[in-house]
Nanobody, 120 residues
Framework: QVQLVESGGGLVQAGGSLSLSCAAS????????MGWYRQAPGKQRELVAT???????NYADSVKGRFTISRDNVKKMVDLQMNNLKPEDTGVYYC??????????????WGQGTQVTVSS
């Protein structure tokens, strides 16, 4: 059974930091590309960061320089370090997996999401 379980969300003031984690199980984590999406209230889900099986990363312009995605293939986890948070970063953050990074536009697997709220 495939599972992606996010943790680490919460409430933080603008300018603060949060670290999200996603624990994966039920599929071959090391050969999958991983990504973090977010969905703000009333908006479409947005892909904010990706990491290939080999560790290459990419970011949406809105988070570049503030967010860092990383993965641990032994622990089967992918993290998202978020610094200098802004109110517009508020939303539900989802972990996602796909066989290759280009397929993250329509992920094979999704987590249940974790809420991040940034107060001004």
């Amino acid at each position: 059974q495939v599972q992606l379980v996010e943790s680490g969300g919460g409430l933080v003031q603008a300018g603060g930091s949060l670290s999200l984690s996603c624990a994966a199980s039920g599929f071959v984590f090391s050969i999958h590309a991983m990504g973090w999406y977010r969905q703000a209230p009333g908006k479409q889900r947005e892909l904010v960061a990706t990491i290939t099986s080999g560790g290459s990363t990419n970011y949406a312009d809105s988070v570049k320089g503030r967010f860092t995605i990383s993965r641990d293939n032994v622990k089967k986890m992918v993290d998202l370090q978020m610094n200098n948070l802004k109110p517009e970063d508020t939303g539900v953050y989802y972990c996602a997996a796909a066989p290759v990074v280009i397929a993250l536009v329509k992920p094979r697997y999704w987590g249940q999401g974790t809420q991040v709220t940034v107060s001004s």
